[in-house]
């Protein structure tokens, strides 16, 4: 599975952005998708999970409320909605998909195939 993520830019806090991951040379419908963020000198966090194969959707304590994961089977295409934004909301956004579904996948060592990474600058 490849994953091509876009969306991302330069936003004002307090702004919106929408990303994107488009999913080919798999079975999209089969796979939980995540996205998560890394920042510059930290390590790799969760922002989201989408409900599907028996695992709920779930969403970091720090975005909740003001990101939402949603997806597309038909276009094999998982978006995230970012509202809100803040400065600490920078960061190199990915998306992931797992074949396991069944709980919650937040590790990122659920998760299988990695998009490149789009980066998400919200200036204060």
């Known amino acids: 599975v490849q994953l091509q993520a876009s969306g991302g830019g330069l936003v004002q806090a307090g702004g919106s952005l929408g990303l994107s991951c488009a999913a080919s040379g798999g079975t999209f419908s089969t796979y939980v998708m995540g996205w998560f963020r890394q920042a510059p000198g930290k390590e790799r966090e969760f922002v989201a999970t989408?409900?599907?194969?028996?695992?709920?959707?779930f969403y970091a304590n720090s975005v909740k409320g003001r990101f939402t994961i949603s997806r597309d089977n038909a276009k094999a295409t998982v978006y995230l909605q970012m509202n809100s934004l803040k400065p600490e909301d920078t960061a190199v956004y990915f998306c992931?998909?797992?074949?396991?579904?069944?709980?919650?996948?937040?590790?990122?060592?659920?998760?299988?195939?990695w998009g490149q990474g789009t980066l998400v600058t919200v200036s204060s």
């Open positions: 989408d409900s599907w194969s028996g695992a709920p959707t």
């Open positions: 992931a998909a797992t074949p396991y579904g069944g709980r919650v996948r937040s590790n990122p060592h659920d998760y299988t195939y």
